[in-house]
């Protein structure tokens, strides 16, 4: 079978959150199972660019209001495991961010670019897969743009990663959009709007979440779409992500500190925290708990700077964040560190290598979520050995068994300061408690949440499909 996903991240080539994570990964794990997986993403102006050589595939010119050349490239030398096809806009795409304010054009260009070259591919036994509102509006275009008849057989699935961000914009603009008949104009607009998330919705042969929870939370709450997700049903299902046990493996990782198998964790994760706690000034005797993410709503950030700030008065622990978001969160929790010297800090931005040293080096990771579509940070703790400390919301939920029920994290009904404290509390009792937390932190290292089950459910369900 040939699988087409489509995505506007895809790592290592251009990463932002865990979207990146899934498209890098999950097409090696099809190809390993013997499909042909392919990816098509954005050519941005990125280091990755910049570091390696690509050939062109197809060269061709869109319109959107105006024309626009593009260039579909492939990446010579390739050895990740999947073949991975740019499309090359220069003046849309080649930027050195993913996401800006305004999208509307860029991603559209994009999405109509990467359709007019699957076209050319006139495969048999294809299935488009669609991630995120960026990719939302191509199942509308295969099913009802003229240009785009020959796709009409062809399934197309979209998977939700993040049901906030919908990819809204004027009426004014279906212009953009190839010609279709007009009386289908109700499938993409959602609220007097057109909404590329909601026209995916409609439109896909198949949706998918990335966690069963999150599947039905979103019936409950998903930023508008309640009554659209509980009107598809039938078409939806969730499937929760896995992680790439290759990039994320303490054996191997080229970027911790010292290498660590189960056998060896002792030792390792005390280099990797020896590290971390010279690194940013803390206090290594106390158990680390950790933060890696966006410093945004859904994350529950904006309760971090009180919650930090109660948890580092009342308990003997040291405390590490690695995020960027609002600022004005970013504000507050620099402005703790005074008063937490020696125990507590931040490093505000984006950074691979410190996150990987993180989650090798800390004791416990935070997820205070609100809202948590599948999280993958507490997968990567786990397989390092690191406690996850989180929500009871989405992935979290089906990925993480508290203690109290023979389990191995820590678990919090509410996102409530004092909830949290708890849970931070119930932490730190659990480290005083040396065998069990090294027992625990061993165990957890072989918890499986590699691709192989999930890679296979996307297989079955393309298919049910063809
Ligand atoms: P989301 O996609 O909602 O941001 P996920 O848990 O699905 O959350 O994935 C987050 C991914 O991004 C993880 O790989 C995490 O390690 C990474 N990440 C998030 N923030 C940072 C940061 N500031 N520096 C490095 N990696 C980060």
Sequence with gaps: MNIIHISAECYPIAKVGGLADVVGSLPKYQSELGENSIVIMPFYDNAFTKNNTFETHYASVLNLGRDYHFKVLSLKDNT??????????????????????????RFLAFQIAALNWVLQLKKENTVVHCHDHHTGLIPFMMSHC??????????????????????????DKVHLIPKFDLSNIGLLDWDNVINPLAAAIKCSWRVTTVSPSYMEELKEKANGLERLLQHESAKCVGILNGIDTDVW??????????????????????ANKAWLCKEFNLDSKRPLFAFIGRLVGEKGAGLFPEIFD??????????LLLGSGHESIQD??????????????TFIGYDEKLSHIIYAGADFLLMPSRVEPCGLNQMYSLRYGTIPVVSSVGGLKDT??????DGFGIRHDQVKIEDVAEAIKRATNLYSDDSRFKKIRKQIMSIDHSWNASAKAYIDLYNSLT
């Design 332 to 345: 507050s929790l620099q402005a703790l560190k005074p008063k937490h010297k020696g125990v507590y800090n």
């Design 249 to 270: 493996n303490a054996e191997t990782d080229g970027f911790i500190i010292k290498n660590y198998s189960q056998k060896t964790i002792l030792s390792g994760k005390k």
């Design 80 to 105: 990740l495991g999947y073949d991975l096809f740019f499309i090359d806009i220069p003046e849309l795409l080649f930027k050195d961010y993913v996401y800006s304010e305004d999208d509307t054009e």
């Design 400 to 405: 993480v068994i508290d203690i109290k029920n």
């Design 310 to 319: 109660k948890a580092l008065s009342a308990d003997k622990i040291s405390l």
């Design 146 to 171: 003229y240009t785009y008849e020959a796709l009409k057989a062809t399934p197309s699935i979209l998977t939700i990663h993040n049901a906030q961000y919908q990819g809204w914009f004027s009426h």
